[in-house]
Nanobody
Framework: QVQLVESGGGSVQAGGSLKLSCVAS????????MGWYREAPGKQRELVAT???????NYADSVKGRFSISRDNAKNTVYLQLDSLRLEDTAVYYC???????????????WGQGTQVTVSS
């Protein structure tokens, strides 16, 4: 099993910044893609940003130019830098990793427990 633990959430005023971290631990054989998703009250969970093991990134249009995803493969960690935060960025942010917990087993998706980001005016 692979466990994901997020940290770095909190409350910030509009225009401010936060940096989220997500560390993968447990029985890890290989991690492929990693990413961040968010779920606002009353809305479905949506993709924020993803990054491949090679460093290729993808962003939701709503966060392009404001958020930046990165990863440290040696530390099994993915980061999300959130700048120029807006009220509409308020949500629970979830980390996701596609990983193998052993050789010759299928990749599967793992989720963290989420971290709250609250942006106020």
């Amino acid at each position: 099993q692979v466990q994901l633990v997020e940290s770095g959430g909190g409350s910030v005023q509009a225009g401010g910044s936060l940096k989220l971290s997500c560390v993968a631990s447990g029985r890890i054989f290989r991690i492929n893609g990693m990413g961040w998703y968010r779920e606002a009250p009353g809305k479905q969970r949506e993709l924020v940003a993803t990054i491949t093991s090679g460093g290729d990134t993808n962003y939701a249009d709503s966060v392009k130019g404001r958020f930046s995803i990165s990863r440290d493969n040696a530390k099994n960690t993915v980061y999300l830098q959130l700048d120029s935060l807006r009220l509409e960025d308020t949500a629970v942010y979830y980390c996701r990793a596609v990983a193998q917990d052993g050789d010759r087993v299928p990749f599967r998706a793992y989720w963290g427990q989420g971290t709250q980001v609250t942006v106020s005016s």
